[in-house]
């Protein structure tokens, strides 16, 4: 086996080097990286094990599984405490410090290998790697446009989906199936132990007004106190929007979008709020551009819900979100954070997903969501289904 | 909202006594509880928050979402900071010592917590809790007996997903499909955070023997190298065996459970090892009491595999695991390990699955996997579908 797998060797090396120039800004002289994300992210595959990455050198690679790799920047080990003194084989000088990525990795892994690297100062490596992935590549950039047409595949066979009678547990199942027919992995990355979420999170009617104990821009009960969120089964009635916010990982890089779907007539104020949510992309897509600050799209999105009234159900009702869009990439909480008081300021080669949402009581939640690539020009939306909210008769 | 949800609160009482227990057998005074399955554990529900358990008190709730939840045993907090303020003001007496589960937190929110109680000494609370949680009440066995019913109903359908020419990712999708509309959540817990996997894990043919860099007890290649687990595409065909290994949570608590299908004529020796892995089953279902040793149990099942010449295929064929069952409960592994040097020993109460599996090269994976309660007079099996290979045409 190759060790990169489908990832050329040329797009690992530029990513190590966008690595190595956020170590060498943090001054952090090495770093040692043990989550499957980041892991992925530097070698292209999944390991179980860990890349070692000295700045202004190649990184090697500790692997325990799979067996098979073939390269010599791998060397198999069966425990940590073996990496000090095959660097030291190798002609390594050991760091005075190494980053560690204390954001993921559990105290009782970090207790071991900080005592096996016992002389070595530890930083934290996990905000330099998420600046350095919140910047993509030419490669990842293809990456999530490929996910993007896929997904938006995927919506336009949702108004086919449904039936007579359908709750929102049994639309979700349709739509998670076809979506896994189209080439969605069916699974995907999120940074935080305690995120827990379906690869689509379905809200119908006044479900999207139950608060969950997580921390996305909407809730839903979900069926079982188990896992508190999306779908809990209610039917689909008339007057009731069904709120799509589904997770397009047909890459290893996914992209993030929302839609709005409806039975029957649907409240006024709901179609309100969601035009204004359309309105707010179309503005946040002329203004978001390399050098805007995070913050301001966000006071932007909260100028124009004001001017419009519909502060009382902007992102959330019961519970509001704290947010109005996120990064998105190997994981779907990524770097910038479009919040508030975020310090984040845009960069060309971000990827944001923008959901400005409403919870609308009685007819449920509406807005859009859609994946942005940051550019020169402004925007470049990667998620292009219609906006429209969507008739499900 | 209740604090409890659908789990009795003489339920939660009998858990925490259980867990005041394991603490006063550790030396343990108090502990803060930060993890998603031992939130749900120890409340009934999911919280983001922590649950603060003194021996000798009862918890003491501390909520930051979601809004809404009525009981004088929860106290709404922003920042943990504020945890030792408010534990002072309801006549409570800081420890000396406090718990953290350092299995699963992450490093930084372990350092803001023991910088929040600086002059308390941090413990260990992750075996604690992961002793306590191993010995299931009959609550929780009623909740793992009823997954284990809708798990079974799953399998006897799944002969009828089958259609010709379909790969192993398509047959997959129907199964899972089939399943969740049976009631089964659609997803489910691991500990560890670099452990990744599907609802459903089916290896047809030679995929069976793909390395994975997870330590479960099969592997396969996957779709992408970004998930490299389970079905890769292979197209079902004549001589193999489609190995179909599914996480049954319907209710919170899941079952884990294996069975095999096979097109066509398969090799004998394929037979052979699969009847093998059901022998090795009904061995163990009279062994398996309180008082066994989890090694014991092992080594049973490896003598019986050496016996009859199979320790070539046994657990893996190029890459082998190193064990042949784990408990199961909230996470999919849990305690008691059925390992060689597991010092794990069966108690009442206990619920494990059993998975002696072999890989066969040209046919596929072989072998059940059931889940079982430990009782006074051996294994209790909760998986009852028919266990021989049963044909897709």
């Known amino acids: 086996m190759d060790l990169h797998a489908l990832t050329p060797k040329t797009e690992i090396q530029r990513r190590i080097d966008k690595i190595h120039r956020t170590m060498t800004d943090a001054g952090m002289p090495a770093m040692l990286v043990t989550s499957n994300a ?20 190649d990184p090697i690679y500790f692997v325990r599984r799979p067996v098979g790799i073939d390269s010599p920047d ?8 073996q990496i000090i003194e095959l660097l030291a084989e190798r002609g390594f000088e050991l ?10 990795l559990d105290v009782m892994s970090y207790q071991r290998l900080t005592n096996a690297f016992h002389s070595i100062k530890p930083l934290n490596a996990s905000s330099v790697l998420r600046t350095a992935r919140s910047v993509k590549t030419d490669f990842e950039l293809d990456m999530l446009r490929r996910s993007g047409i896929k997904h938006e595949r995927v919506y336009r066979r949702i108004p086919h989906l449904y039936e ?6 049994e639309l979700q199942i349709e739509i998670e199936r076809v979506s896994r027919l189209e080439g969605c992995l069916g699974q995907f990355r999120i940074a935080g132990e305690s995120m827990e979420l379906f690869m689509s999170n379905i809200l119908a009617g006044d479900n999207a007004d139950a ?4 921390d996305f821009a909407m809730g839903g009960a979900g069926l079982d106190p188990s896992i508190p969120v999306g779908a809990n089964g209610t039917v689909i009635k008339p007057g009731m929007t069904v709120m799509v916010d589904s997770n397009g990982n047909f890459t290893g890089y996914m992209t993030d979008m929302t839609r709005v779907f409806s039975l029957g007539e649907i409240d006024d104020i709901a179609r ?3 035009q204004c949510s359309i309105d707010i992309c179309r503005v946040l897509e002329k203004e978001g551009k390399p050098g805007t600050p995070a913050s301001h799209l ?31 990439g190997i994981e779907i909480n990524e770097l910038p954070v479009i919040a508030p008081r975020s310090r984040d ?15 609308i009581p009685h007819a449920g939640a509406v807005g859009v969501e859609n994946t942005y690539i940051v550019t020169d020009h402004g925007l470049e939306c990667i998620t292009g289904a219609p906006e429209e909210i969507i008739s499900l008769n």
Do not use: C
């Open 38 to 57: 980041n892991i992925y992210y530097t070698t292209g595959r999944v390991i179980n094990g860990y890349v070692y990455i000295p700045v202004g050198a």
């Open 74 to 81: 791998v060397i198999y080990i069966h425990k940590p405490e």
């Open 95 to 104: 760091p005075e410090a190494m980053g560690f990525e204390m954001g993921s």
């Open 164 to 169: 007579d009678g359908m709750s929102d547990i």
């Open 211 to 214: 608060p969950t104990p997580y």
């Open 272 to 274: 309100k709020a969601h």
């Open 298 to 328: 966000y006071e932007l999105a909260m100028s124009i819900v004001a001017d419009r009234g519909l502060g009382h159900y902007f992102m959330g009702h019961t519970q509001k979100a704290g947010f109005i869009g996120h990064g998105v």
């Open 345 to 359: 300021v845009l960069a060309t080669g971000n990827v944001i997903a923008l959901e400005p949402k409403f919870v």
